[in-house]
């Protein structure tokens, strides 16, 4: 922890200020060393001295980890041009492939239970189709007889899915165009 700068910024709440040449001064130090960054950066805890290379009686002022944060903020904030952070890069990029996902799931999820939905409605059909073509049969073996009308033509009727996308074949939501995307019809009624 950079005890510099915990003490600066939670004096009461989180607060941070900084001028304008601050922020050029801490530009300039994400880019290298420099000779004339300044005390107030480092009361801030965002720049540190180093002794330097050139005189014993010299220093140079390096960016603190601190301060390579803060520049990162100052960049989203739009206050400066040096270069974005590479953690805030990746994030912002694994946030919009997450939301891509994010969609692509919800498009899956609804086509499976569109294909259950027309599933569940062709064994009903087919179940159907039994009935009637044993209801035939009886009739032809033995003529006169029929099965009661309530067993002879339909299935009892049972609670069903519903299908989100009725009007779309079964082959185009199989179909692997990443283009075909079905729209969910809106409610009409309960």
């Known amino acids: 922890m950079n005890a510099r700068f915990s003490e600066y910024v939670t004096s009461g709440a989180f607060n941070m200020t900084l001028t ?23 009361r801030k805890g965002l720049a540190a001295p180093i002794a330097s290379s050139l005189a014993d009686d010299r220093v140079e002022w390096r960016i603190t980890g ?8 100052l ?20 946030n919009g492939a997450l939301g891509e996902a994010n969609t692509t799931l919800r498009d899956v ?5 569109s294909m259950f939905a027309k599933l569940q409605a062709t064994e009903i059909e087919n179940e159907n189709l039994r009935r ?10 033995h003529p006169g007889v ?8 339909c299935a ?30 809106e409610r009409t009624g309960p």
């Open 156 to 185: 009892p009727p049972i609670v069903t899915a519903r299908d989100p996308f009725r009007d779309v074949a079964a082959c185009h939501l199989l179909d692997a165009d990443p283009g075909f995307s079905p729209i969910e019809p």
């Open 132 to 141: 009637r073509i044993a209801s035939l049969e009886l009739e032809h073996k």
């Open 75 to 94: 960049f989203e904030a739009g206050l400066t041009n040096s270069g974005k952070d590479a953690t805030a890069v990746e994030v912002d990029r694994l």
């Open 20 to 42: 304008r040449s601050q922020i050029s001064s801490l530009a300039m130090l994400a880019s290298g060393s420099n000779e004339w960054a300044g005390a107030s950066l480092e």
């Open 109 to 113: 999820r609804r086509k499976t239970w």
């Open 146 to 153: 029929k099965l009661k009308a309530e067993f002879a033509d």
């Open 66 to 73: 601190a301060g390579t944060i803060v520049m990162s903020l």
